[in-house]
């Protein structure tokens, strides 16, 4: 509402001083009616360069069927989007996190630039989710978020596969495991249309936290992309917005440290992306959350007190569509109530958390969800550690393995590219403790994911016994034994900077501890040269943003 009790729009449209922003808006479609009732944005990220994202204008326009059906105007805009499968392991994977800021401010400032009363975000790939979630903590609006869905999985050789298979495949193709036909006939089937990456990667991992927020009315981001219901779950949600405007229910009546902490019980339950903590901690400094309330630290907490119940890829069996038909956010939600892993909170459609998940059917026979009484594993999939090497924290992936300790000398790398070629030239051995330092959000800059290194020793046959230490992060396709988020950077004076070649590296999940023998105080600092790609909008983030440890944010102070 405005000072004078008015929604937003009433400013841009009332009174005889508006007549020429009428006028334009007249011109665009709206006649007096439409501009008599509330305008709800639709703030969506369609593009045709990705599957994550190709279907969502479509969807846009059921929305706006729902929104009008309610009584109400929508206005529809678009928002950029940079996806991580295409653009890893090249240059432009520098840009992925940064768009997750653009995302951000280009939202709030239409929204604001043209006085709306409320937001649906349709969103897609990786950073659009997180991104939809702190404009709308930003903007504090009657705000929903809906997930354009996961992609269904590709079929090959009788198994079926996700483009984490393709990212493998390249790795035993370099080891000579298979042929040019082989990869090709990988890279053909994996992705059969419209959708975002299948496994509990990234996108998966965000659309289930934005359900746990509760942002995402429970149920709406579970169907897959190309299924006929997500149509109407388009409707549903234009129309939930509308209520949600009139019921005066604001984001960050949901964007809580309770729900913040939902959140991150069901990504741990699910064994989800570790970008998962870098978009939390975003989300609840955008939100105004402070430090004392939410901080890295909760997650190491959190996986330590929390079993992993889906037994989802990377490093399980299943994928998104999978867990949708065995019962979904709303099954999954209810162990965790069950086990007393949760606390109850309010959700956008008015209803309560636990009200959602209170009758959550199985179906029969499913796989996919267990019990917390009969995990897949006692412990969740992450770890927050320190020492010499991350002063500031760093974040450990477990995904796939039970291993909790790690002793190894390094192999030391100034950037992906570097490691990727000693990964496929064979030079990784087992045994192996891999470090890629200057790939932070600064020095990078853009903190790019290292998938194609780490698909590369899994494609290797050397996941089981080689670590990996970096700067940078990971994608959510990744597992293995891998240590993202050091924090100091390399950039910023991080002592990751001068580790050598053969330093003995120690990674202890269970003491917390990451660090080195080596005597680093004794090393001369290292002045880190500027990036040669921190031109223009790279050059801006990398003045700007924050360490990972506070969610890499472009917010002053």
């Known amino acids: 509402m405005t000072q004078d009790g008015r929604l937003p729009s009433r400013e841009m449209i009332d009174g005889p001083s508006r007549a020429p922003a009428r006028a334009m808006l007249h011109a665009a479609g709206f006649d007096a009616s439409a501009l008599a009732k509330p305008m709800i944005a639709i703030v969506h990220s369609y593009s045709n360069v990705t599957p994550c994202n190709m279907h969502l204008r479509d969807l846009a326009a059921h929305a706006a ?13 678009n928002t950029i989007v940079v996806t991580d499968g295409i653009a890893m392991g090249t240059r432009g994977m520098r840009a992925s996190l940064m768009s997750r800021e653009v995302i951000t401010d280009s939202a709030e400032l239409v929204v604001r630039g043209h006085s709306m009363d409320a937001v649906l975000f349709i969103v897609g790939c990786d950073k659009t989710i997180p991104a939809a979630a702190m404009a709308a903590a930003r903007l504090d609006l009657p705000s929903v978020i809906l997930y354009g869905g996961s992609i269904l999985p590709g ?6 596969i996700t483009i984490q298979d393709v990212f493998e495949a390249v790795g035993q193709h370099s080891a000579g ?41 429970i149920g709406l981001n579970d169907i897959p992309a190309v299924l006929k219901e997500k149509a109407e779950a388009a409707r549903e949600a234009g129309r939930l917005t509308v209520e949600a405007l009139r019921a005066g229910r604001n984001a960050r009546q949901m964007i809580t440290a309770t729900a913040l902490r939902n959140a991150a019980v069901a990504g741990t339950a699910t064994a989800g992306s570790t970008n998962l903590i ?32 889906a037994d989802l890829k990377p490093g399980g069996r299943f994928m998104a569509p999978d867990m949708s038909a065995a019962g979904g956010t709303a099954l999954l939600g209810r162990r965790l109530m069950e086990a007393g892993l949760i606390e109850d909170a309010p959700t956008v459609t008015g ?13 029969p026979g499913q796989e996919v969800i267990v019990t917390a009484a009969q995990p897949i594993k006692a412990r969740g999939g992450f770890g927050i550690c320190y020492g010499n090497i991350a002063p500031a924290g ?39 403790v891999v470090v890629i330092r200057g790939e932070g959000p600064a020095g990078g800059p853009g903190m790019r994911e290292m998938l194609g290194v780490t698909a590369a020793i899994q494609g290797r046959g050397l996941g089981d016994h080689v670590a990996l230490i970096t700067d940078g992060r990971f994608s959510g396709a990744t597992y293995g034994f891998m240590v993202g988020h050091v924090s100091p950077e390399a950039a910023r004076g991080g002592p990751i900077a001068l580790l050598n070649d053969g330093d003995t590296i120690l990674i202890d999940v269970e003491r917390r501890v990451v660090e080195t023998d080596a005597d680093l105080a004794a090393r001369p600092a290292r002045d880190w040269p500027v990036s040669p790609e921190a031109t223009g909008a790279f050059a801006k983030y990398a003045a700007s943003v924050s360490s990972a440890s506070q969610g890499a944010v472009t917010l002053p102070g």
Do not use: W, Y
């Open 65 to 77: 069927e729902g929104i009008k059906a309610a009584g109400a105007t929508p206005v529809e805009f």
């Open 177 to 217: 495991g298979i042929d040019d036909a082989e990869l090709h006939a990988v890279e053909a089937a994996a992705c059969p249309g419209a959708g975002a990456c299948g496994g509990q990667f990234t996108a998966n991992t965000m659309a289930l936290a934005m359900s746990f927020l509760g942002l995402s009315p």
């Open 394 to 432: 760093c974040v450990v992936k477990l995904a796939g393995h039970g291993k909790l300790r790690f002793e190894g000398p390094a192999r030391v790398f100034d950037g992906e590219e570097a490691a990727f070629a000693a990964v496929t030239a064979g030079v990784i051995q087992a045994g192996d």
């Open 155 to 160: 079929r090959h050789a009788g198994k079926a």
């Open 351 to 363: 209803q309560s958390l636990f009200a959602c998940f209170a009758d959550a059917p199985e179906t």
């Open 278 to 309: 870098l978009h939390l901690l975003a989300i609840a400094r955008e939100a105004g959350i402070p430090a004392s309330d939410f901080d890295i630290d909760l997650f190491d907490e959190v996986s330590r007190a929390t079993p992993v119940i």
